[in-house]
């Protein structure tokens, strides 16, 4: 384990799922259940005097929080590391991936694709849509 969560619960693996503008995403391991999760780092230090971006990363995991659905990636566990200027968060692993990462591994096979593939993954995104707007 590359490091620890503050309750020692989730142990974070130096194995690196994705990045990008803003966060890092690394395979961990919950230790109580378990089960592999995904560990989100943010360095905030990177948003130090924004105040304004820190507000809206504090708010989409807060929205996150409060989203209850199966279609829905689930919130474990948030805190922020101030010995290291870290936000923290731990979700629920995806192991199948995205849109992208299918179309990329399966070129050979993309024209034969079922169009429910692509509706799911629209219908999925109208559910958080909707679960953003008011409806439970």
């Known amino acids: 384990m590359a490091r620890h969560s503050y309750t020692s619960r989730y142990g974070r693996y130096s194995e ?26 943010i360095k905030l230090i990177s948003f130090l005097g924004d105040e304004a971006m820190i507000n809206r990363l504090y708010s989409k995991v807060r929205l996150l929080r409060t989203l209850k659905n199966k279609n829905i990636i689930a919130l474990y566990s948030v805190w922020q590391d101030e010995e290291i200027n870290t936000l923290n968060f731990i979700i629920e692993v995806c192991t199948s991936g995205n849109l992208r990462e299918y179309k990329k591994k399966h070129r050979h096979v993309l024209m034969k694709v079922k169009l429910s593939v692509i509706v799911l993954g629209h219908s999925q995104a109208l559910i958080i849509y909707r679960c953003r707007h008011g409806c439970v």
């Open 16 to 41: 690196l799922l994705g990045s990008g503008a803003v966060k890092r995403m690394y395979r961990a391991f919950e230790q109580e259940e378990g089960i592999e999760v995904a560990w989100n780092l």
